[in-house]
């Protein structure tokens, strides 16, 4: 019997519209009403989590940040994860030397040297998420967005990454060349000691604590609230979701998930443009899987 649920949100849980479908909304109240606990598990701060979860009268825990940020129900902070600061410089100095577009995000917030490049790059993310927006429309997505969830807009990331009280969780990057550009640097920051490579996109990395990973960060609050991993069900997209897909005793992929991910799940449900989340939730218990 499913005790914990923990959903990705990006291609997972949000739609096209960067929002939770009713169909989602009734199947994670319908969950909770039968004593199941529903939980986010992120990739975004929790500056770009907490909106469409409010929106939707969602109130949970959530792990953000891949697992570096984790909350509980009331969104106080719990515990973080970060990067160490003598690996987050070599880091820099790979991504500088690839001319790769990044930016951390710290307990304070995302930063970076420039919005411009950060609108350019993320607009091709978002294009390379939501194929049917066109590059125009992608940007007026990302302006919007920015003044929802505020990139803050520093003369030199090392510098700020370098102070005392600045916990670097996670460096996200971007580059529209694509994988083929970001996976030379993205190989070399694997071979760290202390970090690990994700991706949520096909031009994206994302850099973290090798302990910071969702499966990690699902498996602590599991243990926190006495559930065995059998009991835990886990729904994602990307590559920034398999550990936890692989810790859980029920996974599900999106229709929509990358094939590596459909490998390791023990399910498929229908895509995060159709609810998938919301049918997972509703097979998941009636079939008591």
Same mark, same amino acid.
């Given at each position: 019997?499913?005790?914990?649920?923990?959903?990705?949100?990006?291609? !997972?849980? &949000?739609?096209?519209?960067?929002?939770?479908?009713?169909?989602?909304?009734?199947?994670?109240?319908?969950?909770?009403?039968?004593?199941?606990?529903?939980?986010?598990?992120?990739?975004?701060?929790?500056?770009?989590? @907490?909106?469409?979860?409010?929106?939707?009268?969602?109130?949970?825990?959530?792990?953000?940040?891949?697992?570096?940020?984790?909350?509980?129900?009331?969104?106080?902070? +719990?515990?973080?994860?970060?990067?160490?600061?003598?690996?987050? +410089?070599?880091?820099?100095?790979? @991504?500088?030397?690839?001319?790769?577009?990044?930016?951390?995000?710290?307990?304070?917030?995302?930063? !970076?040297?420039?919005?411009?490049?950060?609108?350019?790059?993320?607009?091709?993310?978002?294009?390379?998420?939501?194929?049917?927006?066109?590059?125009?429309?992608?940007?007026?997505?990302?302006?919007?967005?920015?003044?929802?969830?505020?990139?803050?807009?520093?003369?030199?990331?090392?510098?700020?990454?370098?102070?005392?009280?600045?916990?670097? &969780?996670?460096?996200?990057?971007?580059?529209?060349?694509?994988?083929?550009? @970001?996976?030379?640097?993205?190989?070399?920051?694997?071979?760290?000691?202390?970090?690990?490579?994700?991706?949520?996109?096909?031009?994206?990395?994302?850099?973290?604590?090798?302990?910071?990973?969702?499966?990690?960060?699902?498996?602590?609050?599991?243990?926190?609230?006495?559930?065995?991993?059998?009991?835990?069900?886990?729904?994602?997209?990307?590559?920034?979701? &398999?550990?936890?897909?692989?810790?859980?005793?029920?996974?599900?992929?999106?229709?929509?998930?990358?094939?590596?991910?459909?490998?390791?799940?023990?399910?498929?449900?229908?895509?995060?443009?159709?609810?998938?989340?919301?049918?997972?939730?509703?097979?998941?218990?009636?079939?008591?899987?």
């Amino acid at each position: 019997m499913i005790k914990l649920i923990a959903s990705d949100m990006d291609g !997972t849980l &949000l739609d096209a519209e960067m929002r939770i479908s009713q169909e989602n909304i009734d199947a994670i109240r319908y969950a909770q009403e039968q004593g199941v606990e529903f939980v986010i598990a992120t990739g975004r701060n929790v500056f770009e989590a @907490l909106p469409p979860l409010k929106e939707a009268g969602i109130e949970c825990a959530m792990i953000t940040l891949n697992g570096a940020h984790v909350f509980d129900k009331e969104g106080n902070s +719990l515990f973080t994860t970060p990067i160490d600061k003598n690996e987050l +410089l070599q880091m820099f100095d790979i @991504l500088d030397q690839h001319g790769i577009y990044y930016e951390i995000a710290t307990q304070e917030g995302n930063f !970076t040297i420039s919005k411009e490049a950060r609108i350019e790059q993320f607009a091709a993310h978002v294009t390379d998420a939501l194929p049917h927006l066109t590059h125009r429309m992608a940007i007026a997505m990302t302006v919007a967005r920015l003044e929802f969830f505020p990139v803050k807009v520093v003369p030199s990331i090392r510098e700020l990454a370098a102070q005392e009280d600045i916990e670097v &969780l996670k460096v996200i990057c971007f580059d529209k060349r694509g994988n083929k550009h @970001l996976g030379a640097a993205g190989k070399k920051i694997a071979e760290f000691e202390d970090c690990v490579v994700t991706s949520s996109g096909n031009n994206n990395i994302e850099i973290n604590h090798k302990y910071a990973q969702k499966g990690i960060a699902v498996s602590h609050v599991a243990k926190e609230r006495g559930v065995e991993l059998e009991h835990v069900m886990t729904i994602g997209d990307n590559l920034n979701d &398999l550990s936890m897909i692989q810790v859980a005793g029920v996974s599900f992929a999106m229709g929509n998930a990358l094939n590596e991910l459909k490998e390791e799940a023990k399910y498929l449900t229908d895509e995060n443009v159709n609810a998938g989340v919301g049918k997972a939730i509703i097979r998941a218990i009636e079939e008591q899987l």
